[in-house]
């Protein structure tokens, strides 16, 4: 079994629709990360997580520590929303990154 | 700030022969960390360099290897290749616990 699980594994929604997407894991760590991978394959780091709750503009990570369970949710979707986004636990170093979800926003 | 850079962007390799990919790590950091990731699968974390040392390693064989520099670039070393190493090679710099993100190097090995 995969130490970290994301769901779904591939999420297709409409322009301007909420999404959640989410992100289980098997042990205790020290941080949770949710990155988004674009097609050509480079990755930015969205969220690096610990505790609670964290916004960037229409993008929002939450983590309970207690459930080991992270969602990254994202108003308001757009067409350029459309990425691959991975969740990965670990520090510094040594990531333990998750499947994917493949997201795509239809206009 | 460049970033975090990779070189090559592509590079097609034949089995049995080597490789050297290269990494500049973000200004101002000193740790490098390298993944691989293969078609449709998250990366998997290949090894760790601090201080000129592998200070963390994945589930990865011998064949690979690397190396930092004392300007903390990387070079990450792949010897008799097999097509099963095929994927993108993500290098990811840090100075604390963010890690950042290169381009990656595709490597197709036919």
Same mark, same amino acid.
């Given at each position: ?107 | 700030?460049?970033?975090?850079? $990779? ?10 022969? @080597? ?7 973000? #200004? %101002? !950091? ?13 990366? $998997? ?10 200070? @963390? ?7 690979? #290897? %690397? !190396? ?35 381009? %990656? ?6």
């Amino acid at each position: 079994k995969n130490e970290v699980e994301q769901s779904p594994q591939n999420l297709t929604a409409q322009e301007g629709e909420f999404i959640t997407i989410n992100c289980s894991y098997s042990v205790g760590i020290s941080a949770l990360h949710w990155l988004q991978q674009h097609p050509g394959g480079g990755i930015v780091s969205l969220f690096m997580l610990s505790s609670g709750k964290k916004k960037h503009g229409r993008l929002i990570a939450t983590i309970n520590i207690q459930e080991k369970h992270s969602s990254l949710h994202i108003t308001a979707s757009h067409p350029r929303d459309s990425a691959v986004y991975i969740c990965a636990m670990g520090s510094q170093g040594n990531l333990i990154f998750g499947k994917g979800t493949k997201l795509s926003v239809k206009p | 700030d460049a970033g975090v850079t $990779q070189s090559p962007t592509h590079l097609i390799k034949t089995r049995g022969q @080597q490789v050297t990919l290269r990494c500049s790590p973000k #200004s %101002g !950091h000193d740790t490098v960390s390298w993944y691989q990731q293969a078609l449709g699968q998250g990366p $998997q974390f290949i090894f760790q360099y601090y201080e000129e040392e592998e200070r @963390q390693r994945g589930n990865f064989p011998d064949r690979f #290897s %690397g !190396h930092q520099f004392p300007n903390y670039s990387s070079e990450l070393n792949v010897n008799a290749l097999l097509l099963g190493d095929s994927a993108l090679y993500l290098c990811a710099s840090s100075l604390g616990p963010e890690q950042y993100f290169g381009p %990656g190097t595709r490597l197709t090995v036919t």
